[in-house]
């Protein structure tokens, strides 16, 4: 089985979703006993409606269950800051046509979320930046046509 890469806050949220979800469990377990009491479960919607949110919650378990027990949890904290891009790594770019500068973190891909700056390693911007070094200008194929960025700092935070 591959390992997929992950953040530690990747790991600490997944974990607390987990939690959630088994904290959930007896709770929907009430729902279903108490809608059972309630007599035919052909025509019993309360009864139909708690089996589904079950269902739901233990496929939600099983998925954060399996992605845990493949994810090879990076923490770049604890790395020596060589300069290199590499998975967890915080990057500062600067486009070299606008001088715009835009910060990423290369996350897993469950993780990733653009808005909050953070990019899935397996998205074309992060390929085209690991392996490159502190002051390397990179040509990043993006869906509006290539740019050119300069990787203005690296940061294993």
């Known amino acids: 089985m591959e ?5 530690l806050r990747g790991e600490l949220k997944l974990r607390d979703e987990l939690d959630r979800l088994l ?3 007896p709770k929907i377990s009430e729902a279903i006993a108490e809608a059972r009491e309630l007599g ?5 919607a309360e009864y139909h409606a708690a089996r589904e949110e079950q269902g739901i919650c233990e496929a939600q378990i ?3 269950e399996y992605k845990l027990s493949v994810a090879q949890v ?4 604890k790395m020596d800051n060589t300069g290199k891009v ?3 790594a915080t990057v500062t770019l600067i486009d070299c046509d606008t001088e715009d500068e835009k910060t990423y973190q290369i996350v897993g ?4 979320d653009i808005k909050s700056g953070l990019i899935s390693v397996s998205s074309p911007i992060a390929r085209g930046l690991i392996g490159k070094m502190e002051g390397d200008e990179v040509v990043i194929s993006t869906p509006g046509g290539d740019r050119d960025f300069e990787i ?3 940061q294993y935070i």
């Open 3 to 7: 390992k997929v890469p992950m953040t």
């Open 23 to 25: 904290k959930l469990r």
């Open 40 to 44: 035919d479960l052909k025509e019993n």
């Open 62 to 64: 099983r998925d954060i």
């Open 74 to 77: 990076i923490d770049v904290t």
């Open 86 to 88: 590499i998975f967890g």
């Open 109 to 112: 891909d469950d993780e990733a």
């Open 152 to 154: 203005d700092s690296v």
